[in-house]
């Protein structure tokens, strides 16, 4: 009931288009929903993250779709660039984010010219 | 770049070892958690620490321990290493409950031979 299940495992997309990964998830006490990128030899950094009582947030180009009923959220990258390549994550927690984050299993993503 | 400083960056140790990871939190931070992760695998809560007590543990033997000290850094301990702990070894502090992001550092890579 722990797990955060992610997809695809892998997605190249065209530099200028649109990079969607999903993540669904078993835990109806995760309350915070957060997405991280992490590149070669670093740590995950934080991107963008939602609280279910919201069901969209948008940071620049990037958005965080949520489907409460559903147990899904998903991340949309738009006018994807070649810096946008990278691994990214998405965790989920308890207690508005006080509790461990659980991640995704992860999604290498390539930005082609 | 996080506050969050790890060390040492990498690291080989021979199986059956014990291995000493150190990290410093961001400044302000109360909270330091220690995840694991595999080579091309989300990131998976070991413990974490608040205040220098261990508050919530995540399915790691009891080989795996830690310590906060009172500025609120952190140190991970290994004995008995096996092959299977070779890993990217991440901390992670966050002051909850007014700030729950966590701020990641970059890392220790440990490789058990």
């Known amino acids: 009931q722990q797990q955060v299940k992610q997809s695809p495992q892998s997605l190249i997309v065209q530099k200028g288009g649109i990079s969607i990964i999903n993540c669904a998830y078993e835990n109806t006490a995760f309350d915070y929903f957060p997405w991280y990128q992490q590149f070669p030899g670093k740590g995950p950094a934080l991107l963008i993250a939602i609280r279910p009582d919201v069901s969209e947030k948008k940071e620049g180009r990037f958005t965080i779709s949520f489907n409460k009923s559903a147990k899904q959220f998903s991340l949309h990258i738009m006018d994807s660039q070649p810096g946008d390549s990278a691994t990214y994550f998405c965790a989920a927690s308890g207690n508005f984010g006080n509790e461990k984050l659980t991640f995704g299993t992860g999604t290498r993503l390539t930005i082609i010219p | 770049e996080t506050g969050v400083t790890q060390s040492p960056t990498h690291l080989i140790k021979t199986r059956g070892q014990q291995v000493t990871l150190r990290c410093s939190s961001q400044s302000g931070h109360n909270t330091v958690s220690w995840y694991q992760q595999a080579l091309g695998q989300g990131p998976q809560f070991i413990f974490q620490?608040?205040?220098?007590?261990?508050?919530g543990r995540g399915n790691f033997p009891p080989r795996f321990s830690g310590l906060q000290f009172p500025n609120y850094s952190s140190e991970l301990n290994v004995n008995a290493l096996e092959l299977d702990d070779s890993a990217l070894y991440l901390c992670?502090?966050?002051?909850?409950?007014?700030?729950?992001?966590?701020?990641f550092g970059q890392g220790t890579r440990l490789t058990v031979v």
């Open positions: 992670a502090s966050s002051s909850p409950p007014l700030n729950t992001e966590a701020f």
């Open positions: 620490y608040y205040r220098e007590e261990e508050n």
